[in-house]
């Protein structure tokens, strides 16, 4: 007997109804947690083969404009999915019940220092560390086969005429120097990481770990990521403030971005 198209619809309806509630249940089980948190980093990576290496190889610009376009292929729609939960749960595109950590227990004043604090931070333990990441690399990933593959932060800029590099930081400024970074915040902080009960204080770590290794694309900076990203994971989850993590990540990203773009164009670079 055929399916009419009610029942196939009221099928399809219910399915979608128990993926929406298992992803907005207050406890999400170890495996899908692992799941979600590391499924985004493989299609970024099929994203920078399928799309984002083409045109860059085509315009013949660096190849970390291929990433911004891989990570921008794959975030937005995530950021767009975070919205379409709000709207199954509120009726409109929103994020009130999707994100945690909105409680705002710091002033405006009070998060602005604790979260320039974290910033600095990780701006300078993540600069610091970069011989760690080359030495990773050169012990356990000169296999990796990404074109600009390697220890130095630079590396995906390299070779390239001082037009060229300046060109590709300004058009990448505002998705990998701010927008990109807030979506993964949004997405790991305030999404992924409250939905964490079971694990008690150890969530943090454990969601700081995965967010590393969900960056396929530089396995060697596992290690110093875990070192500069855990004190402000470890404070939104102990102090439920969103803004912190907002703060450190995409403001470090910002800053650094800037510098970068400063630096090649004084010719520093």
Not at 12 to 32: F, N, Q, Y
Not at 89 to 111: A, E, Q, T
Not at 187 to 193: E, T
């Amino acid at each position: 007997m055929e399916r009419t198209p009610h029942l196939t619809t009221a099928t399809e309806a219910a399915r979608t109804d128990r993926i929406v509630e298992r992803l907005l249940a207050d406890r999400h089980s170890v495996p899908l947690s692992i799941a979600l948190h590391l499924v985004p980093g493989a299609l970024i990576v099929a994203a920078y083969y399928l799309i984002g290496q083409p045109i860059t190889k085509a315009i013949d610009y660096p190849i970390f404009l291929a990433w911004a376009i891989a990570l921008t292929v794959v975030l937005a729609p995530l950021q767009f999915g975070l919205l379409w939960l709000g709207r199954r749960r509120n009726g409109r595109y929103s994020l009130r019940g999707v994100l945690h950590y909105r409680d705002k227990p710091f002033s405006r004043g009070g998060i602005t220092a604790i979260g320039i604090g974290l910033m600095v931070y990780m701006t300078v333990v993540a600069l610091a560390l970069v011989p760690l990441d080359n030495l990773v690399y050169e012990w356990a990933f000169t296999w990796v086969p990404f074109e600009g593959a390697g220890g130095s932060a630079t590396a995906y800029l390299d070779a390239y005429s001082q037009s060229f590099l300046l060109v590709t930081l300004l058009v990448c400024l505002p998705f990998t120097g701010f927008s990109l970074p807030l979506v993964e915040e949004y997405y790991f902080r305030g999404f992924l990481l409250p939905r964490l009960p079971q694990l008690g204080g150890w969530a943090p770590l454990f969601n700081t770990v995965l967010f590393s290794v969900y960056h396929f694309w530089a396995p060697w900076t596992v290690l110093s990521k875990i070192v500069f990203l855990l004190p402000g994971v470890w404070f939104v989850w102990r102090k439920h403030d969103l803004r912190a993590s907002i703060w450190m990540h995409p403001g470090s990203a910002l800053l650094m971005t800037t510098a970068g773009l400063i630096a090649i164009a004084l010719g520093l670079m």
